[in-house]
Structures are given as structure tokens and as C-alpha cells.
T-cell receptor, first 111, second 117 residues
């Protein structure tokens, strides 16, 4: 079963703008991860935030986690056309060392 | 180059045929995973393995089989029992190092697209 639900399903912005995508999940987690997928390719890990962390930064990426609301957000600042991709959240609950992926947000950054 | 390789990139299956998708990693990772991705959707776990000669079913194992005879290799067979096999198949691996070192992060191969003739 897919635990993560992402919002919006699709997002179109202009280059230079910020992009925010959200992820909600259902159970207690050990950590939450964000991955990026370019069309027709494999996924690439972007950032991991643990359940005892509230915010994390990596370059132009900012991730927040609210365990009381069971939600996370990914912010990409100063977006570029090369950021065009699908972005997935995935939750790690510890059991079986598995990740459960969300449905993804398709981001399009236009010049 | 360290990484995960999947072959072939495209695979065509005829009715009633079993086909095998290859996944190899040289990252010395203990765990390996197979996912299925349908158009516009997220990833669903088919099978996973945390150690050689052992594997567990994921959420959608019916119609699929795997083996883990070597640490580096985790082939997936799509059997004739899988009635709707057309999808993008992704293999991943992770180290399972102690969790404070990010061992839960998964590394993905480039995928195999399976089409039915």
C-alpha cells in the first residue's frame, strides 16, 4: 500500500520561482526521504530527514517535517529548467528496512 | 564506476512467456529491492532481499519470482501468471549500515521497460 500522498500532483512554475510540494503519510516513521526522477530514468536520493528533526537544508532544497500532522514539505528555491522532474516522498518505518513511496509531484519549470 | 545496472533497457514479452530482468550492483550493499512503476504513479514494492539466499514478498509479489544467489545480483522473473506486466521496473539497493549513517537511503538503477507483444 502506498502510504505517502503528495500534493499537488502537478506543478508548473517559471524559472527563478520557488516550488513547494507536500507529502502526507499515515503511520509513525523513522525517517522520511525525498527522491527525484527524471522522465524514464531511475530515482535519485535528494535528502533524508529523521523523525526527531523538524527542518533540513541541502543546497537549494529545504525539507520540513511535522510528525504531529504526519506531513512533510519540500521547497526548491530559485528553480531552474533542469529541476523539471517528478519528486517522490518515501517513508521508512524500520520494519523490514523498506521504503514506502508516495504518488509523486510532477514539476515543470519553464524558461 | 560504482552503481547499479539493469538490463535490458527494453524487454518484450509474448503471451505465456516468462522473462527475466537483470539487476547487478557493485556497491557492496546488503539489501536489494524490486519496484514496479505504472504511468503517472508511484513505486510499488514487488520483492526485497536483505541477505544472500533470503528474500521477502512486497506488496505486489503475485506473478513474480526472484532469487538472491550472490550479493551483487537480484534477478526478477515476470512469470506468465502476471496478467498485466506492462510497466517500468526499477531495482534498488541499500547498505543497511547503522541508521545514523543513512543506511536507509536507496540507490536506483536506470530501469527496464517491459512491454507485452
Amino acid at each position: 500500500s502506498q502510504q505517502g500522498e503528495e500534493d499537488p500532483q502537478a506543478l508548473s512554475i517559471q524559472e527563478g520561482e520557488n516550488a513547494t510540494m507536500n507529502c502526507s503519510y499515515k503511520t509513525s516513521i523513522n525517517n522520511l526521504q525525498w527522491y527525484r526522477q527524471n522522465s524514464g530514468r531511475g530515482l535519485v536520493h535528494l535528502i533524508l530527514i529523521r523523525s526527531n528533526e523538524r527542518e533540513k537544508h541541502s543546497g537549494r532544497l529545504r525539507v520540513t517535517l511535522d510528525t504531529s500532522k504526519k506531513s512533510s514539505s519540500l521547497l526548491i528555491t530559485a528553480s531552474r529548467a533542469a529541476d523539471t522532474a517528478s519528486y517522490f516522498c518515501a517513508v521508512f518505518t524500520g520494519g523490514g528496512n523498506k521504503l514506502t513511496f508516495g504518488t509523486g509531484t510532477q514539476l515543470k519549470v519553464e524558461l | 564506476d560504482g552503481g547499479i545496472t539493469q538490463s535490458p533497457k527494453y524487454l518484450f514479452r509474448k503471451e505465456g512467456q516468462n522473462v527475466t530482468l537483470s539487476c547487478e550492483q557493485n556497491l557492496n550493499h546488503d539489501a536489494m529491492y524490486w519496484y514496479r512503476q505504472d504511468p503517472g504513479q508511484g513505486l510499488r514494492l514487488i520483492y526485497y532481499s536483505q541477505i544472500v539466499n533470503d528474500f521477502q514478498k512486497g506488496d505486489i509479489a503475485e506473478g513474480y519470482s526472484v532469487s538472491r544467489e550472490k550479493k551483487e545480483s537480484f534477478p526478477l522473473t515476470v512469470t506468465s501468471a502476471q496478467k498485466n506486466p506492462t510497466a517500468f521496473y526499477l531495482c534498488a539497493s541499500s547498505s543497511l549500515r547503522p541508521r545514523d549513517r543513512g543506511g536507509e537511503t536507496q540507490y536506483f538503477g536506470p530501469g527496464t521497460r517491459l512491454l507485452v507483444l
